[in-house]
């Protein structure tokens, strides 16, 4: 047992020497720490048993404690359970009156907003009414196929159109059977096409892939919405935000419900439909308003305006009547401004161009046109063509007819001739309707057999029967007869396949006097209640009106008054607009001060008692303190008020306005207008923030004032367009000045420093962008060789326009460099050939053995060339040559 405590456990420590196995756990492991085996067959001591039987007994009462509290516990829940039962089967039918009461009320609160504003209108919301109303009520709403009630756990789904509920079982064996019936018309067709089903009720359509085949909520945002107690049954919570019909643009802002959405409640501002008069807000839903003025618009005839009301859509035709000439200009009548265009009754008659025939149009404007005989005509069978005068017939042209005949197989065989052709006449062989039978028979007539279909028909129950039938067989026209779901009446439509419709009759509900019926599918009059009575009480007043409000009938006290009071107020001399209040409930309070905390309280007592009038609440046009609106306040309220609006006077410094709150200004000479200031607005001590001239970052100096700032006398420190210079100019030349004055006013006037694409400096003063490249500074060239040397323009150097050449003294100097060169190349390869005979020679000697005395060796002494002898005499002269002139080049350049 969990509640035996832990030191009771504790006495259990000693095992059995060799039967600490039993249990499952070792003796020194067991509660207690008691882990000492006894040895042999394991005695308990005396004090193990006496503390064993005291703890047998405790257990013993504890148990019997237990089982008390458990009998108690059962009997208080039964007795529980039978006052909840007794409570619940003792509600009369009052109790459920209060509660529609409730629910009514509840509902008025939820389409307050849609009634009690502008445009607002209740008998379109009546269709939502119902339908939150049948949901609220416990099988109030019907499965029109099953003729049950709809329940709260069940999956449901609910029509588009009509919004009707049915079950989703019966919506589902539904639409199958109706897609059944309708494909198995024809066995050709059977199966090949999407064909449509049906709602119950609206016969609204639906194709065949829109069959139901999950459980969502209305708005159809969650799939198989959890049962929630505090919802509306089937709801998932969340708000509607399905799209208005018609649709408007916006969308409901309901909780997820059943039926129809409510008209848009969405204030917009619109104008009426001539729109002549200003913007007003209205309910989107009933937006479109007429201002009453007349139209004035101009009506089709031309001449008149319309003078009926601001009205939608188009004008209607003219109402005036005036005297109006026919087309052709005959007759005159008076007729309907509307219709100024009209044809009398004579034949035109009027000569031809031909001559000899006349128009036989019926009046009608223009020219007559060329008379139809004239021109190229044609014989009757349109082979031959003749072009004759209007005065002679066109004749036949003797050809054979050949025209199609009416059987589209053959053609005419008689000569061209005037009028239709001749039936035809040939012997065919024709196959009958069916297809079983052929027969000869001439080709107009038609060839039905006596053979009789037997073909089942669409209800599947019945032959066809019809002579000749082609296959598609018509539907079966024998009545169905089969009991409907109200085990009341019979199926009256044709015979068909699948479910019957349901029960079209309807049966009479009757309160107990007999005189309210309500109107309920067949087969439901057996779980519906009986109507309230609607006749009226006539139980007499017992407040101080005359006669009491017009209700129904019914059981018990009338309901409280609810007229209006109508008494005479003291103080305004105002008729009460409150209800009647002459019998109000007031709780009594202080009548009993209970002993003490075991004494209970009684329930509280209420007394009917004739209570004040409420203050007056006429609305009284009153003015704000600083005359900004009126607004109708309450009687008792009527009186000076602030409207907690900015006062919004203009200011002395014509520039701010007064952000007091509204408040009392006193009215002098100088400010009787409501626009401006008075001595108790506040006093602008804002700097002035009038916007500067373009590009001057500077504030006005000044504190706020009227008129125009004076200019920005404030200097600019700037750079010059070459960078060197600072520059102190006053802010308002810079903003007044245009492109050159700006450009001469940050312009230094000295030479600008920046070098030439040549490398010289800019010869021109400080100016912007980039700098002219036409050097004129001089510049020395020189020759290829650099001997020779000459002045000239910087610019025509760069352009390639002037160059230097070498003359006949340059041109020797070069052949004798150019011959020494070779010299020294010649000596230089002829000492390269020498030293490589030497080499050469070398190792042949080297080749042809070695002495036998290898100690002597013989000396190979190898001849000096020219060069090597004459080097030192060539080398140093040109070397020296060379260097002066370089020196020279080097001279002539500086």
């Given at each position: 047992m969990e509640g035996v405590a832990a030191w009771r456990q504790g006495g259990r420590g000693r095992g059995r020497g060799g039967r600490n196995g039993a249990s499952g756990v070792p003796a020194g492991n067991r509660p207690g720490g008691r882990g000492r085996a006894r040895g042999g067959a394991g005695g308990v001591s005396l004090g193990a048993a006496g503390h064993r039987h005291h703890q047998g007994?405790?257990?013993?009462?504890?148990?019997?404690?237990?089982?008390?509290?458990?009998?108690?516990?059962?009997?208080?829940?039964?007795?529980?359970?039978?006052?909840?039962?007794?409570?619940?089967?003792?509600?009369?039918?009052?109790?459920?009156e209060e509660m529609e009461g409730k629910h009514g009320r509840?509902?008025?609160k939820t389409f307050t907003t849609y009634t009690n504003q502008t445009g607002g209108d209740a008998s379109e919301l009546e269709r939502t009414r119902q339908y939150l109303n049948d949901a609220f009520q416990s099988g109030a709403m019907t499965c029109l196929i099953c003729i049950a009630s709809v329940k709260r756990n069940q999956a449901i789904w609910s029509c588009t159109e009509c919004f009707c509920i049915f079950h989703m079982p019966c919506i589902q064996k539904w639409a199958k059977d109706s897609v059944f019936l309708v494909s198995s018309l024809t066995d050709d067709d059977f199966g090949k096409r999407d064909y449509p089903w049906l709602c119950p009720k609206c016969r609204f359509e639906y194709k065949r892939s829109e069959t139901p085949s999950r459980y969502y909520c209305y708005c159809g945002k969650v799939e198989d919405p959890p049962l929630d107690p505090w919802l509306v049954p089937h709801s998932c919570g969340q708000v509607c935000e399905k799209e208005f019909k018609p649709s408007c643009g916006h969308r409901c802002l309901l909780l997820c419900h059943p039926g129809p959405c409510p008209p848009c409640p969405k204030m917009v501002s619109i104008t009426c439909y001539c729109k002549k008069a200003k913007p007003v807000p209205r309910r989107c839903s009933t937006k479109e308003w007429s201002c009453q003025l007349p139209c004035g618009r101009k009506l089709p005839c031309g001449q008149h305006n319309c003078e009926k009301p601001c009205h939608p859509g188009a004008c209607q035709p003219c109402p005036r009547v005036s005297k109006q000439s026919c087309v052709c200009g005959r007759q005159v009548t008076e007729r309907l401004c509307a219709s100024p265009t009209w044809q009398c009754d004579q034949v035109c008659g009027r000569t031809l161009p031909c001559g000899y025939h006349s128009c036989e149009r019926i009046c009608h404007g223009g020219s007559c046109g060329e008379c139809p005989r004239s021109g190229g005509r044609s014989c009757p069978c349109g082979k031959s063509k003749f072009s004759l005068p209007c005065t002679e017939d066109v004749p036949t042209c003797g050809d054979s007819c050949d025209k199609a005949l009416e059987c589209g197989m053959h053609r005419c065989s008689q000569r061209c001739h005037r009028g239709p052709c001749e039936t035809c006449r040939q012997e065919v062989e024709k196959q009958c309707r069916c297809g079983k039978h052929t027969k000869q028979m001439p080709c107009?007539?038609?060839?039905?057999?006596?053979?009789?279909?037997?073909?089942?028909?669409?209800?599947q129950k019945h032959q066809c029967k019809r002579k000749c039938c082609p296959g598609n067989c018509p539907p079966c026209d024998q009545v169905c007869g089969r009991t409907l779901g109200c085990r009341n009446h019979k199926c009256p439509s044709v015979c068909h396949r699948g479910s019957c419709y349901p029960c079209p009759e309807t049966v009479d509900v009757k309160c107990n006097c007999g005189k309210t019926v309500l109107k309920v599918p067949c087969g439901r009059e057996r779980t519906t209640k009986p109507p309230r009575c609607k006749e009226l009480c006539r139980q007499p007043p017992t407040c101080h009106h005359p006669?009491?409000?017009?209700?129904s009938c019914h059981f018990g006290p009338c309901p409280p008054c609810h007229q209006p009071c109508k008494k005479i107020l003291e103080k305004c001399s105002h008729l009460c607009p409150a209800s009647c209040h002459d019998e109000a409930l007031v709780k009594q309070t202080g009548m009993h001060q209970p002993a003490g905390p075991w004494e209970?309280?009684?329930?509280?007592?209420?007394?009917?008692?004739?209570?004040?009038?409420?203050?007056?609440?006429?609305?009284?046009?009153?003015?704000?303190?600083?005359?900004?609106?009126?607004?109708?306040?309450?009687?008792h309220l009527a009186g000076p008020y602030s409207c907690k609006r900015v006062c919004g006077r203009l200011l002395d410094c014509q520039n701010h306005t007064c952000m007091k709150e509204c408040h009392q200004v006193t009215e002098t000479a100088s400010n009787n207008d409501i626009q401006k200031a008075g001595p108790e607005c506040l006093q602008c001590e804002e700097g002035c923030s009038k916007p500067r001239p373009p590009g001057c970052p500077h504030s006005c100096p000044l504190p706020c004032h009227p008129g125009e700032c004076s200019p920005c006398t404030q200097m600019v420190r700037m750079k010059c367009h070459c960078k060197l210079t600072s520059l102190y100019i006053e802010c308002t030349k810079i903003t007044c000045a245009d492109l050159k004055e700006k450009d001469e006013l940050i312009s230094c006037k000295n030479q600008c420093p920046k070098e030439l694409s040549c490398g010289h400096r800019c010869k021109e003063t400080c100016h912007p962008g980039d700098c002219p490249q036409n050097c004129n500074q001089k510049v020395k060239i020189r020759c290829p060789c650099k001997r020779l040397k000459k002045e000239l323009m910087c610019s025509k150097v760069q352009e390639g326009q002037m160059s230097l050449e070498c003359d006949t003294v340059c041109k020797e100097m070069k052949r004798k460099a150019s011959e020494i060169k070779e010299a020294e190349a010649r000596a230089a390869f002829e000492e390269e050939k020498r030293r490589?005979?030497?080499?050469?020679?070398?190792?042949?000697?080297?080749?042809?053995?070695?002495?036998?005395?290898?100690?002597?060796?013989?000396?190979?002494?190898?001849?000096?060339?020219?060069?090597?002898?004459?080097?030192?005499?060539?080398?140093?002269?040109?070397?020296?040559?060379?260097?002066?002139?370089?020196?020279?080049?080097i001279a002539y350049r500086d």
């Open positions: 007994a405790a257990e013993a009462n504890e148990l019997a404690s237990q089982k008390k509290f458990n009998e108690i516990k059962r009997a208080n829940e039964a007795a529980a359970k039978k006052l909840a039962e007794e409570q619940f089967s003792s509600s009369s039918e009052d109790d459920d509840i509902l008025d107009h007539k038609p060839y039905l057999c006596e053979t009789k279909c037997t073909k089942i028909r669409d209800c006669s009491r409000e017009k209700h209970q309280s009684n329930e509280p007592a209420f007394i009917q008692t004739a209570l004040p009038c409420p203050p007056c609440q006429v609305p009284i046009p009153t003015q704000c303190l600083a005359k900004h609106e009126v607004s109708p306040l309450p009687c490589q005979e030497a080499e050469l020679k070398a190792f042949e000697n080297r080749l042809k053995g070695r002495r036998k005395n290898k100690k002597r060796k013989d000396d190979v002494e190898v001849e000096k060339s020219v060069w090597q002898k004459h080097k030192n005499m060539i080398v140093l002269p040109i070397c020296g040559a060379v260097v002066v002139m370089i020196a020279w080049i």
